[in-house]
């Protein structure tokens, strides 16, 4: 691309002339609160991250405000002249100064530097002292002693709009898919098909040297031996794209309940297969996808889902996709692909509404659909709306916002209708004048009906489904002859990213954002806003203090209304049919403890590697532990699960859990149990099963739990069984001659007897196999396995 001059500048050896010290805070001087200086700046659409909220104490002084600054603990210098935050933070106090605001009207970011004097390095805290001159302000840095770190003789401002900062692309996401390498450690060489082969996968892995065995069910699976390491399951076409996505995700939600409930699945994963799914080919595939993102964040390595097209080559590259350690791929024309969360290019095309048509609002009783109601009138001129809700004119407020509309020009009415009926939603349609025809759709209704994947069920699916996809299935059906500029989806990341606890709701919302691709590839208009949360309003109104506490911490931020419309403008002004409107902390992404969605590792950058790193960590525990006595290990597994409990409840230390409190009284549910499970795996590197919570019911209890599972013995013992468990599978299948029966009896009765020499009790199941006859082993092997040899 083209280079851009940003800036021009001259460096000199020699300081500015005449800098003199600012010698401290002067006698006379009043402080100013500066306690709420951050949520002022925020709500201006200036919004800081901890390394850069350094503004710790201010005062006035006549004409100038003096500030003291300091950088977070720990935050690195070297390198530095001043620490851009150190020097970011100095700005701060600009608004401060008396008349402020009549000389910087509205929001101002700096513009020119002049005469910038560096005095000494590695300052990490400092005292600024700003002085308003003819065209800007003069600052003054200077270090503890009061000796100068940095003089800027003259700082320019420049006003910028506030959608610059709020509604730019740089809040706006896209899905897209990279070309990733087909390198793996161990190829796939045996796997199990799970039900039917719906799209011709036996034949490719044949090619590739799969040994491929089949199954109907995970009861099946399991009572037929040792699991393999990969169990298939693929997905079929369907007629009817609603119907097909309410039998499929209730299909998989079935599967995925009887995968987790089975403990022999623990070690295996379930690698589901579709086609379409990534690009709006498959709506059902579609929102299968979304189901399994959230399982996915659910139960971290148990799940891979694969997206084909129809080129043979895809199919060819399957058992290399299987084999490598991505947990979403998708396969076009042989290559691996991943995904990645990356921000939309500027430049506008978008949408142009035409005020004259009517534009219809679903879920325009809700929060969203009032502030966007508003916001279609005084933003982009619509003059005729047709608001629909299950309540109508009797929902609260109604009134209220019909007439707040007609002061604004605009004639608005509401309409009782059932948007998931597709009859009802005819019948507001054909109610539309004539003289001002339907020219914008905007569908943000739906609800939740939020539970972990193991207690979902297809009625809670159809909660969710309803208002969401039959109802946006109708509105695509009932208007796609119609002359529309403006066809809007609300959608949530949680279809994109996956969300745990909201499997049945990713599902839904990846269905919207399929349907936009459709649209488009048909030549329609569409366009699916998978929002991040909105702060206090839409879905996010009914979430819990820790709920919205978490998904801070793992960097996914709530967004204002001001911020969301914003955004809605700047959406309609790119050319995506699937734009991901979210405030994401790449800092708070990197730093969190849990899994990273996969479309978010390139933002969260080397963050994925850290944790890694960590699960591996879990060989340093284990072998901590058996440095130390048996009071010592209680103490610190006992500690490591406090601490961690702590961090799921949002508590600064592992102090605030009593350790023989029930998690049941400590706030817990299912799906803050999931999450305790995961820190807990990541930290120790165990697989705990998903109600280990709540199978051992306090802290106190769940440490003695995880101590087990991580003594050398226990995980020995667990070793043995498994190959217990395989030598069974196999001699399931064996038909020996006379001398072969003979000597694998002979090799039992060894093992059998080392097992019996083991045992304190004496006369166990050891002795009596270890003094069976080769016919009365046999026998028993026969009675074990179902008459099967």
Not at 120 to 140: D, F, H, K, N, R
Not at 555 to 572: K, R, Y
Request: a negative charge.
């Amino acid at each position: 691309q083209e280079w851009v001059r940003h800036a021009t500048g001259t460096v000199t050896a020699e300081p500015a002339a005449g800098v003199v010290s600012g010698g401290g805070v002067p006698a006379g001087a009043v402080e100013v609160d500066v306690d709420g200086l951050y949520d002022e700046l925020a709500g201006a659409g200036l919004e800081y991250g901890p390394v850069f909220q350094g503004v710790r104490r201010a005062w006035r002084a006549e004409d100038r405000v003096l500030v003291d600054v300091a950088l977070p603990e720990g935050v690195p210098v070297e390198g530095f002249g001043v620490h851009p935050a150190l020097l970011d933070a100095a700005l701060h106090g600009i608004g401060l100064l008396d008349g402020a605001g009549e000389r910087n009207d509205g929001v101002v970011l700096p513009f020119s530097w002049s005469n910038v004097s560096l005095f000494a390095v590695g300052a990490t805290a400092a005292q600024v002292t700003i002085t308003p001159t003819e065209t800007g302000y003069s600052l003054l840095l200077t270090d503890e002693a009061g000796e100068l770190v940095a003089a800027i003789s003259d700082l320019t401002l420049r006003p910028v709009a506030a959608d610059q900062l709020t509604g730019s692309t740089d809040s706006l996401y896209q899905l897209h898919w990279n070309e990733h390498p087909a390198t793996h450690d161990k190829p796939l060489a045996t796997a199990t098909m799970l039900g039917e082969d719906r799209l011709g996968l036996a034949g490719a892995l044949a090619d590739a040297g799969v040994t491929l065995y089949g199954c109907d069910s995970v009861e099946q699976l399991t009572a037929s031996g040792p699991l393999h390491e990969i169990v298939l399951k693929s997905f079929g076409a369907g007629e009817s794209p609603v119907d097909h996505a309410y039998d499929q995700v209730a299909d998989t939600v079935s599967l995925l309940r009887d995968w987790l409930a089975d403990a022999q699945s623990a070690e295996c994963r379930l690698v589901l297969v579709t086609r379409g799914a990534t690009d709006g080919g498959d709506l059902a595939h579609s929102a299968v996808w979304g189901l399994v993102q959230s399982a996915q964040a659910e139960h971290p390595g148990r799940f891979t889902i694969v997206d084909l097209d129809h080129a043979e080559a895809s199919l060819a590259a399957l058992p290399s996709a299987i084999a490598t350690a991505a947990p979403q791929l998708a396969i076009r024309e042989g290559q691996l692909r991943t995904p990645e969360l990356a921000r939309v290019p500027s430049g506008a095309s978008g949408t142009e509404l035409n005020p004259e048509g009517t534009v219809l609002v679903t879920g325009a009783g809700g929060d969203l659909g009032n502030a966007v109601s508003r916001h279609l009138v005084t933003k982009h001129g619509a003059r005729n709306l047709v608001l629909v809700g299950r309540r109508g004119p009797e929902t609260p407020g109604a009134a209220e916002l019909v007439d707040e509309l007609a002061a604004l020009g605009a004639r608005a009415r509401f309409v009782a209708c059932d948007v998931a009926q597709r009859d009802q939603l005819a019948a507001v349609l054909d109610g539309i004048p004539g003289d001002a025809p339907l020219t914008g759709v905007v569908h943000a209704a739906g609800v939740l009906d939020n539970g972990v994947v193991s207690a979902l069920t297809p009625d809670r699916v159809a909660t969710v489904f309803r208002p969401k996809v039959d109802a946006a299935w109708h509105l695509h059906e009932l208007t796609r002859r119609l002359d529309l500029s403006m066809f809007v989806l609300f959608s949530s990341a949680t279809g994109v990213l996956g969300s745990a606890g909201q499997g049945n709701y990713a599902a839904a919302n990846a269905f919207l954002d399929a349907l936009a691709r459709n649209r488009r590839a048909a030549g329609l208009p569409a366009c699916s806003l998978a929002w991040g949360p909105w702060a206090d309003s839409g879905m996010a109104r009914g979430l819990a203090e820790g709920d919205t506490g978490r998904m801070t911490k793992a960097g996914i931020l709530p967004m204002t209304v001001e911020q969301g419309l914003s955004m809605f403008d700047a959406a309609l002004r790119t050319d995506g049919a699937a734009i991901v409107p979210i405030l994401l902390d790449s800092s708070a992404l990197r730093a969190s403890a849990g899994e990273v969605p996969p479309p978010l590792a390139a933002l969260a950058g080397d963050r994925r590697r850290r944790a890694a790193a960590r699960r591996d960590s879990a060989e340093p525990i284990a072998d901590r532990l058996t440095t130390l006595g048996a009071a010592d290990r209680e103490r610190v597994v006992r500690n490591l699960v406090r601490t961690e409990t702590a961090a799921v409840l949002g508590h600064a230390s592992a102090e605030a859990v009593p350790a023989h409190r029930p998690f049941s009284e400590l706030g817990f549910d299912s799906l803050t149990a999931v999450e305790l499970r995961n820190r807990l795996d990541a930290a120790t590197g165990l697989r705990l099963p998903a109600g280990a919570v709540f199978d051992h019911p306090s802290p106190e209890a769940l440490a003695a739990h995880v101590l087990v599972e991580l003594d050398p013995d226990t995980a020995a013992v667990r070793t043995a069984l498994a190959g217990l468990d395989q030598l069974e599978g196999l001699l399931a299948t064996l038909a020996p001659a006379e001398d072969e029966r003979a000597s694998i009896a002979l090799r039992l009765n060894t093992l059998a007897a080392m097992v019996a020499d083991q045992q304190q009790d004496g006369a166990g199941v050891g002795d009596q196999i270890g003094a069976a006859s080769d016919d009365e082993l046999f026998d028993f092997i026969d009675n074990k396995l179902g008459g099967q040899r």
